[in-house]
C-alpha cells in the first residue's frame, strides 16, 4: 500500500504529462515496515492515443533513502552541534587547493556559501582579512607550515568578522599525511570571545584586588587547607602575601608561597593558633582577637588580627598594636598614682 502521504504522486504518474519521468515513492508492507521506490511509469495508447495500459519499472532504494536520511540527520546534528558550542570546522584539500567550510564556520565569518567564490584562494583571502594586519603573516606561516612541513598548530587571535563583529577565536589545525605528505589540513574554528570576556575581567578584579591589598597598612595573608587522607585539616598553605606582611615576618613571598604554615612558622602550632584557624574553616565563625607575641624570628610586640574562612582555607590581616598598648599602660599609671595616694591621705 503506498504511503498516504504520496497518494497523490503516485496519482500523478498516470497521468501522460509525467510519463517516463522518474518518481519516488513510499510504500507500507503488511508488517508496518515502510520501503522506498524509484520508478518510472510509461503509458501505453491504442490506435486512437488514448490510454490503455500502463507499464513501468520500480526499484527498491530503500536502503539509499535510509542512508541519505541519516546522512542529513547526521549533518543537522553536526550543525546544532557546532552552533551551540560555537565551533566551526574546515578543511583544505592540498592537490586540489578547494577549502569546505562548515556552517558555523561562515556564521563566524558573517559569511554565506553563495557570499564566496568558490576558489579555495578567496576563502584564505576572506579570513585572513578578518586577523590584524600583524597577525596576518602569523597564520599564514602556521598554515603554510602545516600545508608543507605537516606542522599542526592551535593559536588564539583577535578576529573581525566581515560585519565588523569584534571576537576572540581559537584556530586549530592539523595535517592528513599519506606517504609522508600532507594532502589535505583539517581545523576548527572556536570563537572563544565569551571566555576571553571572563579572563579579562578575572583579570581586572585581581588587579583590584592586588592594588587594595598592598594599600592596605595590615599585613594579609590567604591560606589555604592542607587536608589528609582522612579529609582533616593537617596544615596551611601560603598562597598569597602582601607587603606589610613580608615585612612582619621578615621573609619574602617567594620564600613563603607554596610552604607549609606550621614548617615554616612553628609558633603557629606550639602557641595554639592552628587549631583556632582550622576551627575557623570548620565552623566558618571569624575569630578576633589580641595577642603578645614573644620574641621569635621577628622581634617581641602585640598584635590584633582577624581570621576569617577563604574557600577551604583562611584569610588573616594582622596589625601591630604594640604602640597602642604602650599608650593604654602610660594612660592607666597616673589613676594608680592618684588612686594609691588618696587610700594613704583617706577619701574625703
Known sequence: MVHPDDRMILEKTTTQKTQG???VLRWIKK???IIWTEQRNVMILDSAGDPVAIEGIAVDITLQKE?????HMNKDLLNASQRLSKTGGWEWNVETQTMYWTEETYRIHDLTPSSVKPEGS???RLSSECYRPEDRPVILAAFQRCQEEGQPYDLEFPFTSVKGRQLWIRTIAEPVIENGKSIRIIGNIIDITGRKKAEEALRKSEDRLHTAREAILDSFLIFSAERDEQGNISDFIFTDINANAEKMLQLTSRQLIGKRMCEELPINRTNGFFEKYRNV??????LEEEFYLPDTHV???WYYHQVVKCGDGIAISHRDISERKLAEEIMSQPLNIAFS???A???G
Open 21 to 23: 519521468e522518474p518518481t
Open 345 to 347: 591621705n583617706g577619701i
Open 299 to 301: 622581634p617581641a610586640a
Open 341 to 343: 595616694t588618696n587610700v
Open 122 to 124: 578567496e576563502y584564505i
Open 31 to 33: 508488517d508496518g515496515k
Open 281 to 286: 574553616v570548620e565552623t566558618g565563625i571569624p
Open 67 to 71: 542512508a541519505e536520511i541519516a546522512l
